[in-house]
């Protein structure tokens, strides 16, 4: 196997551009990919400040690296969910990265500051653990960078996560969702500018970028999401591109180019008031963050003694503060 561009030995083979990358070409490959994202898409020019949401994992730490290779000002913000060993992990490879490139990273500690984790704030709040973290994480991405004058918050989400996004948008026919899908969100209303720039390079390209970097990431997926829809969907979208190599790229860029202006909205409402309590734009008088806090540490209710029967009577409850403030609706 050489490579396809310099006959060197290469180390890796890229089947729906029909090549081989020795590891310099392919180093390279990952940095003009992601900079043709950003120019294609205009996600940022040089003199902004940008925000990068690392979760130490592949995605997020390569797209880290490639920004600051490609000479942009990006720091690094991540945000500690609780989710037992897996978050402190997580938390761990995003601050030896840091050190090591000696770059800023910024932290936010979900249990200190907020006083819930995902795993206990979710069940609390009723709601599943992906969706009580995604409200979490973006109310706090938006946060990080208001507060600290950046431009844009960018996510490593890659084009295998948009694809799998995209194909259960189409399966349910989410046309509102469609029409948001975009590898970059303008700025708004006191939102942060939002931008996607691995969507033209895959989960196993951003594995071998941090393995021919030196960068270690963490491996492990994240606990509360197995199983999930979202990876049903990208195994779904992986047994198609084995057979056809290209078509998960296709899939999604001709979406882009092709369908996804006929789902836009014409104007969302950039007349947003503010939440009472923490001042983000909000469309209520308290935002989803917000009630998510309030409802995620309001105390549970604890079974004493031995559950009756399903119908029984007198199943005993009580709330370590004697209210019944946990029943959510
Ligand atoms: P996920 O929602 O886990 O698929 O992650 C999507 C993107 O969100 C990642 O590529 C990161 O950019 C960002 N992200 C996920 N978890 C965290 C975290 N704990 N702290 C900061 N950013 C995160
Ligand atoms: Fe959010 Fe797993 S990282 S639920
Ligand atoms: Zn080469
Ligand atoms: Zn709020």
């Avoid at 120019?39 to 979760?55: C, E, I, N, T, Y």
């Avoid at 720091?75 to 770059?103: C, E, K, N, W």
Wanted: charged share 25%; hydrophobic share 35%; proline share 5%.
């Amino acid at each position: 196997m050489k490579c396809t561009v310099c006959r060197e030995p290469a180390v890796i083979d890229i089947r729906r551009h029909n090549a081989y990358f020795c590891p310099d070409h392919f180093l390279r490959l990952c940095r003009d990919q992601t900079a043709k994202a950003i120019k294609d898409h205009q996600m940022f020019g040089p003199d902004d400040r940008v925000l990068v949401a690392v979760s130490g994992g592949k995605d997020s730490l390569a797209v880290w690296d490639i920004l600051l290779e490609l000479g942009y000002r990006a720091d690094g913000f991540v945000i500690g969910l609780g989710i037992g060993d897996y978050s402190a992990a997580s938390t761990q490879h995003a601050r030896d990265y840091a050190t090591g490139r000696g770059a800023t990273l910024l932290e936010v500690n979900l249990p200190d500051e907020y006083g819930y984790d995902i795993p206990s704030g979710s069940k609390a709040a009723r709601r599943t653990p992906c969706s009580a973290c995604g409200l979490t994480k973006r109310h706090l991405f938006d946060k990080a960078a208001v507060d600290g004058g950046y431009d844009v918050v960018v996510t490593g989400h890659n084009l295998d996560d948009e694809a799998a996004v995209l194909f259960g948008n189409v399966l349910h026919w989410h046309t509102e969702y469609l029409g948001r899908q975009s590898p970059v969100l303008p700025a708004r209303a006191g939102f942060p500018r939002k931008a996607k720039p691995l969507i033209r390079l895959g989960e196993r390209e951003m594995a071998a970028y941090c393995v021919l970097k030196g960068i270690d990431y963490i491996v492990e997926e994240c606990p509360m999401a197995a199983g999930n829809r979202h990876l049903q969907y990208k195994e779904s979208l992986n047994s198609v591109e084995a057979r056809s190599p290209g078509a998960k790229f296709d899939f999604y860029h001709r979406f882009l180019t092709a369908a996804a202006p006929a789902f836009r909205i014409a104007d969302e409402d950039d007349t947003l008031s503010r939440c009472e309590r923490c001042g983000a734009p909000c469309s209520a008088e308290v935002c989803a963050f917000c009630r998510l806090v309030e409802r995620a540490t309001t105390p549970q209710p604890v079974h004493l003694g031995p559950r009756r029967r399903r119908g029984a009577a007198n199943t005993a409850t009580t709330t370590d503060r004697s209210t019944a403030e946990g029943h959510a609706p």
